[in-house]
């Protein structure tokens, strides 16, 4: 209802009743001629009621929406949805964004969906900018595939700036999947490149970066692909060296900063690389950044240009959920929101970091908490302490049981020599980013956006029994081994199961 509308009901009922509602009203007008004026993202989250008249609102400038009883669909893409509850779970936004060539191009039949679009990528811009990227987020796209899929679009869109036969892309390792298979599926050739240990810690080896575009040569090579974000012992990448090497050589780089927004050491490392040398894209996922469900990736850079030619690399339409589940997400946080999520984030590291290394000084027979001081979300525990020999029991079984009783997300990483395949390459040591990584097998726990402090202290309850089963394992298992040994068997595992249980 415009505001004369509203001043007429007046007519109906008492001028007085309406006041409340009437400032309410004023209040959302002026936050969103604010939010369409400067495109920024508010200082304050919006309500509930405030994004549902948005959305409705704007769902309502698609034509099969407000128009739909005069609408003469005579296409082949007429936006039409049978089923009411798919039409509801979308607000009637059924056209999708972009167009043939380009996923950033506006529909005439979609003035709505068009407007979230480009909205939603001039918030991203400014939600990157704001919390860490002031320089190297000059503008952003959010595309509706997840990481992997972006990353392989952002090496497809800098292949005709190549040179014909460059082909290699160089890569420290990294052992995630989807990333390696990014370059696989644009169709060129990964260079792995193995990490140095420092401590426990595995970093770059920018000597070896150079070592290898100096043997290739440059125009071999279509770019460098870094990460921010990774499972510890891994810590980021020296993304400034690495920048500085692709000035030097004229190479693009490509940053995967997967889950890097949650945490300003990444960003910061972004930052630094754009003003100190290469940095041409860095790609990070809309649902371990935001809290929204898997479906989206924001693609940023320095250059207007460099981002937009991703877009323009899409082929065809995409989904307008990705983006319209942003858009409501950011206004719901508010910069002031997300900067809490980030806090609570840090504080979640924290709390789990020292509750590890207190519960790795009560069991230091079997474990030992690695020390990763430059990963800012993911921590390793050595399942081997000082007075075990790892051996007997199986550290898989471990990661199992984490699950069985609620855990998700944690991973035991074996780390040893077996051979994995991926796509026709091999590594050895898969998973642990190195291919003798000297303390493995280790556990991996995350604090990741959105961790509350009960899921902190849950987590290392659980554990703490779990490794308190585990010693008395061990000593089964060691007497098992000696009574084996002294030819006596009739002493079984089962009886010493319950004699020590
Ligand atoms: C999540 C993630 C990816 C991409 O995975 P998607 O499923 O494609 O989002 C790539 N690299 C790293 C380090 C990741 O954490």
Partial sequence: MNSDNLLALGRLVDQRHLQPALGWRRG??????????????????WSEPELELLIRELALLDMNNANSGSCIGVGEREGRVVCPL???????????????????????????????NSLTNSLLGDWLRQFGCPKAAKCAVLIPVATGMALCLCLLSLRSSRPSNAKLVLWPRIDQKSCFKAIITAGFTPVPIEPLLDGDQLVTDVTAVRSLIEQHGPDSIVAVMTTTSCFAPRVPDRLADVAKLCAEFGLPHIVNNAYGVQASRCMNLINDASTKGRLDLFVQSCDKNLLVPVGGAVIAGPDAAVVSRVAATYPGRASASPSTDALLTLLHLGRSGFARLLDQRAAAYTRLRDGLASLAGRHSDCVRLLDTGKNPISLALCLRGSG??????????????????????????????????????????????????????????????????????????????????????REIDSHVADADEQGDNDYSKDQLTEDLG
Avoid at 29 to 39: A, D, T, V
Avoid at 422 to 444: D, K, V
Wanted: charge should be positive; include cysteine.
């Fill in 388 to 473: 075990s020999s790892s051996g007997g029991s199986d550290p898989g079984r471990l990661g199992a049981a984490l699950f069985r009783r609620g855990c998700s997300g944690a991973r035991v990483v074996a780390g040893d020599d077996k051979r994995v395949s991926i796509e026709g390459y091999e590594f050895q040591g898969y998973g642990a980013h190195q291919t003798a990584y000297p303390f493995a097998p280790y556990l991996n726990a995350a604090a990741g956006l959105g961790m509350s402090e009960t899921e902190v202290d849950s987590f290392l309850v659980v554990l703490d029994s779990l490794l308190t089963k585990e010693f008395r394992q």
């Fill in 28 to 45: 959302f007008e002026n936050r969103l001629s604010h939010l369409l004026s400067q495109r920024r993202l508010p200082e304050q989250g």
């Fill in 86 to 116: 798919v039409y509801r779970r979308h607000f009637g936004l059924a056209h999708g964004i972009g167009r043939s060539g380009d996923v950033t191009a506006g529909q005439p039949k979609a003035a709505g969906s068009s407007v979230i």
